[in-house]
């Protein structure tokens, strides 16, 4: 492959468009290491938003079975109006 490079350049030296060939072959480079690099930021970021919702759901399931340090539990949730009146005046 080295060998078909330096003498596909020794041949377009000889042509005189070798600073042309250079030319494009430098934007080929730069175009694919550019479309490398934002695949392979796409990916990262795709896998970290994964591992992030697997340690959510992951801590969510294990904080919701797990007791306090006094052996109780409270359960915390948004106040109801369901229980009936008391009257705590006597």
């Known amino acids: 492959?080295?060998?078909?490079?330096?003498?596909?350049?020794l041949l377009l030296a000889a042509l005189g468009v070798l600073g042309l060939a250079l030319k494009i072959a430098l934007a080929a480079f730069v175009g694919i290491t550019i479309a490398v690099i934002a695949f392979a930021a796409v990916g990262y970021y795709m896998v970290r938003h994964q591992v992030r919702k697997a340690q959510r759901s992951f801590n969510s399931a294990v904080t919701t079975q797990r007791p306090s340090a006094m052996g109780t539990t409270v359960e915390v949730g948004r106040p109801t109006r369901d229980?009936?009146?008391?009257?705590d005046r006597y």
């Open 1 to 9: 492959m080295v060998v078909f490079l330096v003498v596909l350049i």
């Open 83 to 87: 229980d009936p009146p008391v009257d």
